[in-house]
């Protein structure tokens, strides 16, 4: 996430303005940690930032093992 921001040349208060909420919201979902946000939440940010929001299941490379 925090890439994305970099790359749209925003800061935490900017992203935050876009989303409607407060810089220290969108610094707790930059380092959640362990903490999952929602997919909805994601999609907000990655609109604020000027992406699109991603969510790809993708087959393990053949290994012998499953």
């Known amino acids: ?3 994305a921001r970099s790359r ?3 800061t935490q208060d900017a992203v935050a303005e ?4 407060t810089r220290s919201a969108i610094s707790r979902l ?3 940690g362990k903490r999952a946000p929602s997919l909805a939440t994601l999609k907000r940010y990655a609109m604020a930032v000027g ?3 991603q969510v790809r299941l993708l087959p393990h ?3 012998g093992s499953h």
């Open 8 to 10: 749209a040349g925003l």
């Open 61 to 63: 490379k053949a290994t």
């Open 51 to 53: 992406c699109e929001l």
């Open 18 to 21: 876009r989303r409607g909420t």
């Open 1 to 3: 996430m925090l890439k």
């Open 30 to 32: 930059e380092f959640a």
